[in-house]
């Protein structure tokens, strides 16, 4: 039962769509785990050059079928646009499934977000402002909608006033806010419901069947292990499981159905909003890795922060998530620097330390300390076999490889889908 996830091994944005678009050519399944659609996955391949927020990134194969799952929240016009772009595209989307166990992103959820931002002035944490962590705070709270509910609309009718009227005793009561008509949500209901309806499954046991018939089945994780929830930099952290365990909550599989678990790191670091960052480059080679890697949010469109690789931090991702094998990208991007840096260890009140701080505040207090390696000539971009890499940037891979303590299995060197490096089949270990 080969299920292989996906994560996300730093702060997000390391390159999962990309990756995820070429792992489905040999899978039967994408199945999407956590978050939502402050996610913003890039695939781009002969069908076209997309920006996935919600659906997975297997979609332009036609044999893979792709699932949202339990454990994603959904904002349902973000879901319908990209759909419509997809179709428009000439892509086949009849094979997306949507958990009715998923909760929805409500209108009021985004207005929330937002106002509790601005809220929290010079210490906000700088989310995406698309009612994520507003939508989790629901179903952790046990009022959320979740998408099996559009599949009855005249019952969920009967249970939103008591919601939105609560909802809106917190928009003007302590945000001083507008309320939000029922009326105004009822209708977007009903708009929903039917378009969404065909999507809307058990996807537990499409899942389970694929397993069974021994399938290999991606879960696609989205933004990174050091946003996560529990594990992440809290409480500069998304709302959300983006770590191995949220792959198996957020689908409702059990941990015997696994064959690996992949960390996709970029070669270097980046991250967007507010929170602690050890490694960051506020100079001209942050600089320049932010052009040359069009380093700025896909769904945000925000100027990511960018910085030179945090080993003490991917040990410590790899610790959480238990690695098998890692995925290397952008490597490209690193072509022409020298040297280049990667952070061994920290340097916390005086003393070094090589284990990731867990105690909330000491990252913030952590120094990195760098050990230097020789930048390579010419351009690694759209090498397609590890022999032609240069040697010395085999040996960047290399010394990532012994410090995360996983071996780099995948290399990519450019955004579309060939421009990628089997140095082992990850299906065949
Ligand atoms: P939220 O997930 O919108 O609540 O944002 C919380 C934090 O997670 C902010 O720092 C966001 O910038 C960050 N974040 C959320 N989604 C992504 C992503 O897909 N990539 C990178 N950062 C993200």
Not at 19 to 44: C, P, Q
Not at 410 to 423: A, Y
Request: glycine fraction near 12%; charged fraction near 25%; hydrophobic fraction near 40%.
């Amino acid at each position: 039962m080969p299920a292989f996830a996906v994560i996300g091994a730093q702060w997000g944005d390391e390159g999962k769509g990309k990756v995820i678009d070429f792992l489905a050519g040999k899978a039967s399944v994408v199945a999407r785990y956590s978050g939502g659609n402050n996610a913003g996955h890039t695939v781009i391949n002969d069908s076209g050059s997309f920006g996935f927020h919600l659906v997975p990134s297997g979609i332009c194969w036609p044999h893979t079928r792709n699932i949202i799952g339990n454990g994603v929240v959904v904002d349902p016009d973000v879901l319908l646009k990209e759909i419509a772009d997809l179709k428009r595209a000439g892509l086949n989307v009849d094979g997306l499934a949507i958990s009715e166990r998923a909760h929805i992103v409500m209108p009021y959820h985004v207005l929330l977000d937002k106002l509790e931002e601005n809220r929290k002035g010079a210490g906000a944490l700088g989310t995406t402002g698309r009612g994520i962590g507003p939508a989790y705070i629901d179903k952790v709270a046990r009022t959320g909608i979740r998408m099996g509910e559009l599949l009855n609309p005249e019952e969920l009718a009967m249970r939103l006033p008591d919601i939105v009227n609560h909802k809106n005793e917190v928009l003007t009561r302590i945000y001083g806010a507008s309320p939000v008509s029922i009326d105004t949500i009822l209708s977007k209901i009903q708009a929903w419901a039917p378009k969404l309806a065909p999507f809307i499954k058990q996807v537990e046991y499409i899942v389970e069947d694929s397993l069974t018939r021994g399938e290999n089945v991606i879960l696609e994780g989205a933004q990174g292990a050091l946003l996560d929830i529990d594990h992440g930099t809290y409480p500069y952290v998304t709302s959300s499981s983006p770590t191995v365990g949220g792959a198996l909550t957020g689908l409702g599989i059990p941990p015997r159905a696994f064959g690996g678990v992949i960390g996709v790191f970029k070669a270097y670091c980046t991250r967007v909003g507010g929170g602690p960052y050890p490694t960051e480059l506020n100079n001209e080679i942050g600089e320049h890795i932010r052009n040359k890697g069009k380093e700025f949010g896909v769904t945000t469109g925000r100027p990511r922060r960018t910085g030179w690789f945090d080993a003490v931090a991917g040990r410590y991702s790899a610790r959480v998530n238990g690695f098998d094998s890692i995925v290397l990208t952008r490597l490209d991007i690193l072509d022409g620097l020298n040297p280049i840096k990667i952070c061994v260890g920290y340097e916390l009140d005086g003393h070094r330390i090589d284990r990731f701080p867990l105690e909330g505040g000491a990252l913030e207090r952590c120094v990195a300390i760098y050990e230097e390696l020789e930048g390579w000539p010419g351009t690694t971009f759209g090498i397609t076999r590890d022999r032609d890499l240069p040697k010395k940037a085999m040996a960047y891979v290399k010394r990532i490889e012994a410090l995360v303590g996983a071996p780099v299995e995948i290399i990519s060197t450019g955004p579309k889908r060939h421009e990628t490096i089997v140095v082992n089949d990850i299906f065949q270990k």
